[in-house]
């Protein structure tokens, strides 16, 4: 399988885990070392990120990725595009939108996200 479309999956399984709050599925998909930088500026780690999107404590209501595209070397692979979502996050529901990058590496045989940076975008 060419590695561009194997990130491009993996990037869509981390979409499918996030809407739906599946630990297990964001377990396999997120590296233990993982920075996780929203576009607040605030930071999670997986432990924490998971813990917020198991507990319900943030839900992505939508969350939709585009203009994606992917670099890869043989054991990196960097995704930039756009991420659009609506989450329900302290009691209020929000819209979102960024460009982010996300970092994804290649430790023994397995693709994990290590880092991603999201960025809000202009007003249109």
């Known amino acids: ?3 561009a479309v194997r990130i491009l999956r993996l ?4 979409r499918a885990a996030m809407l739906a709050g599946d630990e297990h599925a964001l377990r396999r998909l997120l590296a233990p070392d993982l920075r996780y930088v929203h576009s607040t500026g605030s930071a999670d780690s997986r432990e924490s990120l998971i ?10 209501q939508r969350l939709c990725f585009d203009r994606l595209a992917v670099t890869h070397m043989p054991d990196c692979a960097l995704v930039s595009g756009e991420m659009r979502a609506q989450v329900h996050r302290d009691g209020e529901l929000r819209d979102i939108a960024t460009c982010y990058l996300a970092v994804w590496l290649r430790r023994e045989d397995a ?3 290590a880092a991603f940076q999201g960025t809000t975008l202009p007003a249109h």
């Open 11 to 14: 990037e869509e399984e981390r």
């Open 111 to 113: 693709w994990q996200l």
């Open 51 to 60: 813990a917020r999107l198991a507990s319900g404590h943030v839900v992505y």
């Open 1 to 3: 399988m060419d590695q």
